[in-house]
């Protein structure tokens, strides 16, 4: 779910009314932005810190403490700085009409850079939100 179906999981933090789903989901949410970032940086061998997304796309890029995101002639306007499940998701929601396809794929980025493997099974979702 946390995967697969980020725009119920976002209604479910941020306008269902108060449930134990809805705790759980906020608690998934939070192992989910503590993660660090494992992906190696876009433009050298450090580990990433950050991604970024343009708005009105959907698509991550990694970059480390010493790289710069402008480096490669981004549109600075347009570029904006997400770590977390959220920030992915109000980005999409702002500039790209809430696209669900879009949602899908950027979370699903984001995991991969936070260490979840390519292969989703049930026990890599497992441990990777184990708190
Ligand atoms: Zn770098």
């Known amino acids: 779910m946390m995967i697969n179906h980020p ?7 941020e306008e269902a009314d ?10 998934l949410v939070g192992i ?7 992906q190696e940086c876009y433009s050298c061998d450090n580990t990433a810190t950050r991604a970024s997304m343009y708005q009105g796309a959907d698509g991550l890029m990694f970059w480390c403490e010493g790289c710069n995101e402008y480096g490669s002639g981004a549109n600075r306007g347009k570029l904006r700085i997400v770590t977390t499940y959220r920030e992915v998701l109000h980005m999409i929601d ?15 980025e984001l995991a991969r850079g936070k260490g979840l493997s390519k292969r989703i099974t049930e026990a890599n979702l497992t441990a990777f ?3």
């Open 7 to 13: 725009d119920f999981v976002q209604w479910m933090i």
């Open 129 to 131: 939100f184990a708190a």
């Open 18 to 27: 108060a449930s134990r789903t809805k705790e759980e989901f906020r608690k």
């Open 32 to 38: 989910f932005d503590r993660r660090p970032i494992e």
């Open 94 to 108: 702002a500039f790209a009409a809430g696209n669900k396809k879009f949602k899908f794929q950027t979370i699903r």
